[in-house]
């Protein structure tokens, strides 16, 4: 109980000391464009008055579902195959490993030609952006199970996709779930990155748009504290995950 | 008491083997050609009759746990076979369940789904009181929803003995399966080794490095040689179960075991060493003859 309002107390101590700081640099400093603690409130209200903020969320929050979770439709069954299939690994495993290292912010130019500037675009980025994280965990994921638990599924005669089913996913599913929470932190990065450029709302349209009409810092640090808050959010969730039975004896924490 | 095999295959059968090594020769391929082919086993011939627990000891090295693996179908044989009732072993069945020395169970699965594994029960009911049955065989009534993590090793090796036998085998091959734990547990799941196979009367071949736990748990103890090894003896064990390790005959047996797998060490040829020492000279090797078996 102790060690919990602790967990609770000391993270809040930091953030109000944060605040302190922050709102005192900006006083002391005499700025006039960086806003106050207090004018980011203010602002985000004003935000919610207009009725964009909860819009805003809802459209970043919509692109990145949506290009995860095809992400993870084509990227947990192709690594699979690529840990289980050796001859697939060597075909696929070099393209992946050249597409990987390009940051998805460079693949925003070809996002608009292909897709112009629409919600298409966005989720394509969200989607490449998670894509490579989760083929390559749970091509890893695969790769690593103890050949002794195939070998027990043998044993009783289990072959084939049900083998799939009932050893090599569940055996690979720890691994592949620190590869999804990864992905995950990515595609909160890049959609705020595809939306400053590929589309007309959003959390990244809204600081973008905060900035070019009228210098609105106010709002531009509102949108960020939401992308920070929501992206706590959204991690929470993911280790939400990771206590489950059945993935949390493959993960030392 | 002691009989020697003969190594000539052509030999009569007896119709109540249920296992039946044949002119069996294993040799590694070296997959580096510079270096030279792994020669393990030279020449195994072996029956075991239906029924039977026949414990392999043999020092490090000899190729104990890879007679296992072919046996149990997972490595092929350079030449020869093993027949399980008259027919040749050439992949894993679920009949011939095989329990290993690094613990197969699922982590993933609870007690009672790991011990559900196997079971070939078709309706829920049955399969229910198949896992409740031999949960409760092996001494862990109450942990049905605990997963493995929780549970010790001694535990955990319960769990995969229990689930190798809900699969209603007639055959186990077991791999030196209490190697990992510790002394006094190892005892323990001695015990309850020899209670379980009295009362179910499976046919097992059981490789160990520990000669006590040979002598303790088998009918007959078949002793190997160094490699590429044969086998150097086969020693029955007639003395009635429970068996007490202080007993004369159990004693006698031990060193004569002793003095068999002496007979590879240099200098040490006829002198029959303490037990103790043996022992832990043994359980050391018995590791590293595990990695080289499994590679």
Same mark, same amino acid.
């Given at each position: ?253 | ?169 007639? @055959? ?8 990992? +734990? $510790?002394?006094?547990?190892?005892? *323990? %799941? !001695? ?43 086969? @020693? ?8 007490? +390790? $202080?007993?004369?005959?159990?004693? *006698? %047996? !031990? ?41």
């Amino acid at each position: 109980m102790r060690a919990r309002l602790e967990s609770l107390l000391l993270p809040l101590a930091v953030a109000f000391g944060f605040v302190a700081c922050w709102h005192f640099a900006v006083k002391w400093t005499g700025s006039d464009i960086f806003p106050t603690p207090r004018q980011v409130l203010t602002g985000t209200w004003e935000l919610v008055e207009k009725g964009v903020l909860f819009k805003y969320i809802v459209a970043s929050l919509f692109r990145v579902a949506t290009g995860y979770l095809l992400a993870v439709f084509v990227g947990i069954p192709l690594g699979l195959l690529m840990g289980w299939f050796t001859r697939f690994r060597m075909a696929l495993n070099p393209a992946i490993q050249v597409l990987r290292p390009i940051s998805p912010i460079a693949w925003i130019p070809v996002a608009i030609l292909w897709f112009g500037v629409s919600d298409v675009a966005p989720i394509f980025l969200i989607f490449l952006a998670s894509l490579f994280p989760i083929t390559v965990a749970a091509m890893a994921a695969v790769q690593n199970i103890q050949l002794v638990y195939i070998r027990a599924a043998r044993n009783f005669g289990i072959g084939g996709l049900e083998l799939f089913k009932k050893v090599v996913l569940p055996a690979a599913l720890p691994q592949i779930l620190t590869g999804l929470r990864l992905a995950l932190g990515v595609a909160w990065l890049v959609v705020v990155a595809a939306e400053m450029i590929a589309v007309n709302s959003g959390l990244g349209y809204l600081i973008i748009d905060a900035r070019n009409a009228g210098k609105r810092y106010d709002l531009v640090v509102a949108g960020m504290a939401m992308i920070g808050l929501i992206g706590l959010g959204l991690d929470f969730l993911v280790r939400r995950m990771e206590t489950l039975d059945e993935v949390r004896w493959g993960l030392s924490r | 008491m002691i009989m020697q095999m003969n190594p000539h295959s052509t030999e009569t059968r007896s119709p109540r083997a249920k296992i039946a090594v044949r002119d069996l020769w294993m040799t590694f391929k070296s997959p580096d050609k510079t270096k030279p082919d792994v020669h393990v086993l030279e020449d195994i011939n072996l029956e075991i009759l239906d029924g039977e627990f026949v414990c392999i000891v043999g020092p490090s090295g000899c190729g104990k746990s890879t007679l296992l693996n072919i046996a149990g179908g997972f490595f092929q044989a350079t030449s020869g076979a093993v027949r399980i009732e008259d027919k040749v072993v050439t992949a894993p069945d679920s009949r011939h369940i095989f329990i290993f020395q690094e613990n197969g169970v699922f982590p993933w699965l609870n007690v009672e789904d790991n011990v559900g594994f196997g079971v070939k029960r078709s309706t829920m009911a049955e399969r229910k009181k198949v896992v409740e049955h031999y949960v409760e065989m092996v001494g862990l009534t109450g942990f049905g929803k605990t997963y493995p993590r929780e549970l010790s090793g001694g535990m955990r090796q319960r769990v995969e003995i229990a689930r190798a036998l809900a699969a209603e085998p007639d @055959v186990l091959f077991m791999d030196e399966p209490f190697g990992a +734990l $510790d002394y006094l547990t190892r005892l *323990r %799941l !001695r015990a309850e080794v020899t209670q379980i196979w009295q009362r179910e009367r499976k046919t097992v071949m059981f490789v160990t490095h520990d000669v006590d736990e040979a002598v303790q748990l088998a009918d007959r103890v078949v002793v190997m040689g160094k490699r590429p090894s044969r086998i150097r003896d086969i @020693v029955a064990v007639e003395v009635p179960r429970p068996r007490d +390790l $202080d007993d004369p005959e159990c004693r *006698r %047996l !031990r060193d004569h075991i002793f003095g068999v797998m002496g007979l590879d060490h240099s200098g040490r040829a006829t002198e029959i060493r303490g037990v103790g020492a043996a022992e832990e000279e043994d359980e050391t090797e018995g590791k590293v003859v595990n990695l080289a078996d499994r590679r």
